[in-house]
C-alpha cells in the first residue's frame, strides 16, 4: 500500500466546508485514493473514492491533484454527525485483479463546532 | 440483507484464556481482513486473507490465529501468547477487486480480566 499521511486533527463550523488533505506521494499509477470514516465504536464506512478524476457523490467531493501525490475530501456542508475520523488510504492494486494488505493509518479526527 | 457480521459486540475472557471472534460474510466477498484499534489509535492489520485456505500475516500477528476453511467465514483466535489483547476488534471484507471498497463489521470489544 502507497504511505499516506494525514494531519492528527481539524476542526469545523457546522455549515462550513470541511476539507481534509492527505499526501500519498509514493502512489502508483494504478493505486485508488480510498476515504473511510469511523464514528466512534463503529466499524469505518466508505465515503468515496478515485484514480485521477475528480470525484463527487452524495456525501462528499473528492479532489485528487494532478500528480496524484495528494487529495482533499471536501463535506461541503459539515453537520455536527460528521464528527469522526477520517481515513485516507491507497492500497496496492495488483492490475485490478486483487489487492493484498489493506493498511490505515491514524486518520484526521475532524470535530464540527455548533 | 448483505453484509458483514460480528460477534459477540461484547465478550470478556479471563487471561490465560484462547477467545475466538466470530466473522462472517454474505456477500461474496473474496479477502478479508482483522484488525485491532486501541483507544485513541488506528487500525492496525492482525490477519488477511485473499481467498479461502489461504491468509497472510498483517503488521501484528503475533499472538492471534485465524483461518479461511470457508469463503464466508474467516474467525479470529486470540491466544494466551497475545500480551495485551484487550481492545476493539474489527473484520472487513472487499470483493478482491482492486477497485471496490471496503466493508466493515461493527467490531467485538474484547476485555481480558
Known amino acids: 500500500d502507497a504511505k499516506t499521511t494525514q494531519p492528527p486533527s481539524m476542526d469545523c463550523a457546522e455549515g462550513r466546508a470541511a476539507n481534509l488533505p492527505c499526501n500519498h506521494s509514493?502512489?502508483?499509477?494504478?493505486?485508488?485514493v480510498y476515504w473511510y470514516r469511523q464514528i466512534h465504536s463503529q466499524g469505518p464506512q466508505y465515503i468515496i473514492h478515485?484514480?485521477?478524476n475528480n470525484e463527487t457523490n452524495e456525501m462528499a467531493s473528492l479532489i485528487i491533484t494532478e500528480d496524484r501525490k495528494s487529495s482533499t475530501l471536501i463535506l461541503p456542508h459539515a453537520t455536527l454527525r460528521d464528527t469522526a475520523v477520517y481515513y485516507c488510504?491507497?492500497?496496492?492494486?495488483?492490475?485490478?485483479?486483487?489487492?493484498?494488505?489493506?493498511?490505515f493509518g491514524q486518520g484526521t479526527i475532524l470535530t464540527v463546532h455548533p | 440483507d448483505g453484509g458483514i457480521t460480528q460477534s459477540p459486540k461484547y465478550l470478556f475472557r479471563k487471561e490465560g484464556q484462547n477467545v475466538t471472534l466470530s466473522c462472517e460474510q454474505n456477500?461474496?466477498?473474496?479477502?478479508m481482513y482483522w484488525y485491532r484499534q486501541d483507544p485513541g489509535q488506528g487500525l492496525r492489520l492482525i490477519y488477511y486473507?485473499?481467498?479461502?485456505?489461504?491468509?497472510q500475516k498483517g503488521d501484528i500477528a503475533e499472538g492471534y490465529s485465524v483461518s479461511r476453511e470457508k469463503k464466508e467465514s474467516f474467525p479470529l483466535t486470540v491466544t494466551s501468547a497475545q500480551k495485551n489483547p484487550t481492545a476493539f476488534y474489527l473484520c472487513?471484507?472487499?470483493?478482491?477487486?482492486?477497485?471496490?471498497?471496503?466493508?466493515f463489521g461493527q467490531g467485538t470489544r474484547l476485555t481480558v480480566v
Open positions: 488510504i491507497a492500497p496496492t492494486n495488483a492490475g485490478g485483479t486483487s489487492y493484498g494488505k489493506l493498511t
Open positions: 456477500l461474496n466477498h473474496d479477502a
Open positions: 478515485g484514480l485521477k
Open positions: 486473507s485473499q481467498i479461502v485456505n489461504d491468509f
Open positions: 472487513a471484507s472487499t470483493l478482491g477487486r482492486g477497485d471496490t471498497e471496503a466493508f
Open positions: 509514493t502512489i502508483s499509477g494504478n493505486e485508488y
